[in-house]
């Protein structure tokens, strides 16, 4: 169904310490274009280092990240997020004084959608921001998307974050522990958008905790510790895997 | 009985069709008379102060609050704290005085000329600090105008510490006394109609918070530089406009002053406001010029007034005006 190429994105040999403590250590592996990857691994893992260094945060010690053949590596965070890689937050980072729908006037500024067609002018933006705040589950007609973001419950802050995201009209979606404080309820709402934006194509990238659902959705995962990939593939083989089942003993597979 | 206090916005407008039509002419006036009535207030003052030193005292605060709207707006612009206002005010007046002694140029050229382009070497030379925080940030911009009126002093070159004198004046005194009140005016609202817009809007994210606009595909560092080249030009005019005023620019246009005095008075009027710091500049100098005659104690007295008002309202006058003007507060039974 998708293009398959090994040049979408690209993470190489990636090296990244704090001090003494190696959180990515020569780590490396390809993202297909249209799959949803899951990265897993415990605290400490190195899970949102990697997501830091692929989308510019920070800088790496050594190695590349590759999209669609071109380096990106060290690039600042708005020219990542700029080609089509979008990120959401861990804690989630809402613009507060603004009313949720005006959250998302701030990527639809970006010289990104601005020189797409039908980018919009001032009075546009508001309908485009309140069409993907619908899209990700806001009550279109209710006072929801009018509230400041900062009287937003918490399950409304992690759609909006995605709807930041979708507001870039991104290739590449890497969400950083999405579901984590919500409801099991809340997580079960969420997982329709999430299939939604796979069937739409949307290379999603996931670091989570929440292994159930993530099972569902991914098609790959890998596991991560010590900032080393420890293992890889289908969700039933990582179920499966006994290095796995050990670093996870007691968790909940 | 317990009883809590209740605050509901005043229904005056109603939406219709995406337009607020207003129901009669006396809600009209409800609604124009906050900004109607300063800038009239403003405008027919300088009518009503007929003494050279009540002028000088006007044109002061209009100077003071063009500052403190500068230090305003790099705060909800940037999320900056600048403790710096006196490097626009100085780099303004020693271009102006330079254009004017040297090339020969009347002071409403050098006025445009020194407020966009100071702006620019202003800019220039904050351009550095940009990706600093908090306390750093403030730090560097407390240094430059310190750094600059040393080096002026030490190499002699601008007039050293003689200053420069022989400036033009400005063409008569009604231009003298209406100019500035009109910039105060004309910027606060300009100003105030950008952070609305939704150019204005992706300003005031970066000081919520920056690195959500850096994952929205914004370079946060030239809407930073944008800020700071608005705000650093309100404070070159208001550099330029007082070398002409005073047809002479000396070290004390570097003076600390100009630095601490702007937000004093944003924290006063509101800060984050705009027209809040402004209204704090119309009450400080003012008040700082009356105390004068208590000589030393004035600044003691001036002080814990400063102190009183932080404390008993930190929201600053313009925020707790606007409640009382747009909501009604009543006593429920809870």
Known sequence: ?253 | MAKRRERIDRPIKVLSEDIYALESVSRMIYVAAPSVFPILFLLLLPLFTPSLYMQRVLILTAVYALLALSWDFIAVATGLVSLGQALFFGVGAYSAAILNLHFGLPPMVTLVVSTLGGAAIATALVAPCLPLRGIYFAMTTLVYPLLLARAIEATAVLGGTDGLVGIASFPNVWVERYLVLVFVLGATFALRRLLRTDFGLVMRSISDNDQAVRASAINITVYKLIAVYLASALGCFAGAYFTHLYMFVGLSAFSLDLSILPIACAVIGGMGTLVGPVLGAFILVPLAEMVRDLGTLRIVFYSLLLVALVLFKPEGLMNFLHRKYQQIERWVQV
């Open chain 1, 1 to 253: 169904m998708f293009e398959v190429t090994t040049d979408f994105l690209v993470v190489d040999e990636l090296s990244k310490s704090f001090g003494g403590v190696k959180a990515l250590d020569r780590l490396g592996f390809p993202v297909v274009q249209g799959e949803v990857l899951g990265i897993i691994g415990l605290n400490g893992s190195g899970k949102t280092t990697l997501v830091n260094v692929i989308t510019g945060f920070i800088r790496p010690d050594s190695g590349h990240v590759r999209f669609r053949g071109k380096e990106i590596t060290g690039l600042p965070p708005e020219k990542i997020s700029g080609l089509g890689i979008a990120r959401t937050f861990q804690t989630v980072r809402p613009f507060h004084h603004l009313p949720a729908f005006k959250n998302l006037i701030v990527p639809l500024y970006s010289s990104r959608i601005r020189s797409a067609a039908g980018g919009g002018r001032w009075g546009d933006r508001d309908a485009v921001a309140l069409d993907l705040l619908e899209e990700v589950g806001f009550e279109r007609d209710s006072a929801v998307p009018y509230k400041p973001a900062a009287a937003l419950p918490h399950g409304y802050l992690r759609r909006l974050e995605l709807a930041r995201c979708l507001a870039l009209r991104p290739e590449v979606i890497i969400t950083d522990e999405l579901f984590s404080g919500l409801s099991s309820s809340e997580v079960g709402s969420l997982m329709p958008l999430m299939e939604r934006l796979r069937e739409r194509g949307i290379t999603l990238m996931m670091v989570e905790h929440r292994l159930r659902e993530l099972f569902q959705l991914a098609g790959r995962v890998i596991v991560m510790e010590q900032g080393r990939k420890i293992a890889e593939g289908p969700p039933q083989a990582i179920v499966a895997d006994k290095a796995v089942r050990e670093t996870y003993l007691g968790a909940e597979l």
